[in-house]
């Protein structure tokens, strides 16, 4: 079955205590980027990802980062995380053909910071 | 920066009703796609328009892209409560970028 995993589901951290959030997509993809979901705010991209080892900046990348060592893998890192990176966290895998960049979501990863 | 806006926010009506969703923006995409994402789960796509006045229909649900590219529309016709959900429309800025509406949270009523 095509799917991106996101783990954990469901993560409660302190202020500054580094954390990684995985995602992982069996379908071969080369296009894969992470997005943050608030309230009022809908999805914004934070990181993506070309192919192996090619990342850039989304809209809202500050306190994040990122890597892309094999094509199934791609981690969120937040190295110092503050109460503002409380969000609903997305993994998205797409294949880079012509027309739009279908994107397979994650399941989510809903992250508070005290 | 660019943005989509989508109208309305939020929007609550009876089984078999008609309505239209409005995906805006000043920006021109080469793509726009439709989501819906329901509680506790990813958006799942539902629809992509590449051209200019293009036309897609998905069973009830009709998807038009503007003629410039900068505005889409879903309309559903004669919901139904399995319609429910938040429905997100998303824009391709250049090669890679992706740029997400606000979203137009549907209820329908049974």
């Known amino acids: 079955e095509a799917q991106v995993t996101q783990n954990p589901r469901y993560l409660i951290t302190v202020t500054g205590k580094k954390l990684t959030v995985t995602c992982s997509q069996n379908?071969?993809?080369?296009?894969m980027s992470w997005y943050r979901q608030d309230p009022g705010l809908g999805l914004r991209q934070i990181y993506y990802?070309?192919?192996?080892?090619?990342?850039d900046k989304g809209d809202v990348p500050e306190g994040y980062k990122v890597s892309r060592k094999e094509k199934r893998n791609f981690p969120l890192i937040l190295e110092s995380p503050s109460p503002n990176q409380t969000s609903l966290y997305f993994c998205?895998?797409?294949?880079?053909?012509?027309?739009?960049?279908?994107?397979?979501f994650g399941q989510g990863t809903r992250l508070t910071v005290v | 920066t660019q943005l989509l806006e989508q109208s309305p926010q939020f929007l609550s009506i009876q089984e078999g009703e008609n309505l239209t969703v409005y995906c805006n923006s000043s920006?021109?995409?080469?793509?726009l796609q439709w989501y819906r994402q329901e509680p506790g789960e990813g958006p799942v796509l539902l629809v992509t328009?590449?051209?200019?006045?293009e036309v897609k229909k998905l069973k009830r649900l009709t998807f038009q892209f503007g003629d410039a590219r900068k505005d889409s529309s879903l309309h559903i016709t004669a919901a139904q409560p399995g319609d429910t959900g938040l429905y997100l429309c998303?824009?391709?800025?250049?090669?890679?970028?992706?740029?997400f509406g606000t979203g137009t949270r549907l209820k329908v009523l049974a």
């Open positions: 998205a895998s797409s294949y880079t053909g012509t027309g739009g960049l279908e994107a397979f």
């Open positions: 379908m071969n993809h080369e296009y």
């Open positions: 990802s070309m192919n192996v080892e090619v990342t």
């Open positions: 920006s021109v995409f080469s793509s």
């Open positions: 328009v590449v051209t200019g006045g």
């Open positions: 998303a824009g391709r800025s250049g090669t890679y970028k992706y740029i």
